[in-house]
């Protein structure tokens, strides 16, 4: 059986909502490191109770499942293109963050090319041998600056990942998530087609939003929650709320069956915080805070801390 196979009928018999159910979700998503055990390579033998074996211990705790990190190469790309030519090398910062322990590489292609751009997104998919996670505007068609669209962008690239972003031409980053029943119609047809592709499919949504059922419906696996406003009330040294907003967002998508990830503007600092109260997150994307304390530590360096954090979680 392959590996996406075998993980989906195994997370059906253990049963939506079960601590074997939540781990093999997990690993469905990101590298199992320890022993290293990866989606993409599983160790010989096959069969549901061999895979459970290797997720779940007799205590009751996840073993070897933890919450992923991938690395958004983002401002990578907004360097390089703000001086032209190569530098800094997008595939050189991808070898050097996949060899100090990321999950995966997530990018955000945008059809104005301000920083990823198509050609970069095929040379990573040809030289990542972790999950690729491609994040962006289901409804963003092609344009003269050589943007082929997105949906054809990841059609052509086919990825391990699509994540679904509702965010306009003119934004400077992304600031909320999808309003699921507004959208409903236009995302049916769209998570359809990426699934026939093999991709999972994740939805960018609001902390404090409860779309779970419903995009269960529609075909996702899973949710991303939009983070941004609990980092900001995180520097205020108030963000009780927000947490708690993010943690019944997460609870509502694992109900319902889907697993849970989370991003924008996590650091070091808030990130164990959310883990613990949001928990299990299967994965966090985290690309501006990251580059910002390379610049400083060292990209691999920096991808260690961050990495140690969700290790403990």
């Not at 980053?173 to 049916?188: K, N, P």
Request: glycine share 12%; hydrophobic share 45%.
């Amino acid at each position: 059986l392959g590996v996406a196979h075998l993980t989906r009928k195994s997370a059906h018999r253990a049963g939506k909502g079960s601590q074997a159910h939540e781990a093999i979700q997990q690993f469905a998503g990101c590298g199992y490191r320890h022993g290293g055990i990866s989606p993409q390579r599983l160790p010989g033998g096959s069969g549901v109770s061999a895979l459970l074996t290797l997720l779940v211990a007799a205590t009751g705790r996840h073993t070897g499942v933890m919450t992923c990190l991938s690395v958004n190469l983002n401002k990578i790309a907004v360097l390089r293109n703000s001086r032209g030519g190569s530098l800094p090398d997008m595939i050189a910062a991808a070898r050097v963050a996949i060899a100090a322990g990321a999950d995966g590489i997530t990018v955000h292609p945008r059809p104005d090319l301000r920083h990823v751009r198509p050609d970069d997104v095929f040379a990573l998919a040809d030289m990542l041998t972790v999950e690729f996670n491609i994040e962006g505007n289901p409804f963003a068609g092609s344009n003269a600056l050589g943007y082929p669209g997105f949906i054809e962008l990841v059609e052509a690239v086919r990825p391990a990942q699509v994540t679904l972003v509702p965010d306009g031409d003119a934004q400077i980053t992304s600031d909320h998530g999808f309003d699921v029943g507004r959208d409903r119609e236009r995302l049916a047809p769209v998570i359809a087609r990426l699934k026939r592709m093999g991709a999972r499919v994740s939805l960018f949504v609001d902390a404090g939003s409860t779309w779970g059922v419903d995009l269960r419906e529609l075909g996702a696996d899973r949710i991303e929650i939009y983070t941004g406003p609990y980092a900001n009330a995180f520097a205020t040294g108030n963000s009780a709320a927000e947490l708690g907003a993010c943690a019944r967002t997460s609870a509502d998508a694992r109900a319902a069956g889907l697993a849970v990830n989370a991003g924008h503007d996590l650091d070091q600092l808030n990130l164990a915080p959310l883990l613990s109260a949001a928990g299990p997150i299967a994965e966090v994307s985290i690309g501006h805070a990251l580059v910002n304390d390379a610049l400083y530590d060292g990209l691999a360096e920096t991808v260690r801390r961050y990495r140690a954090i969700c290790a403990a979680h």
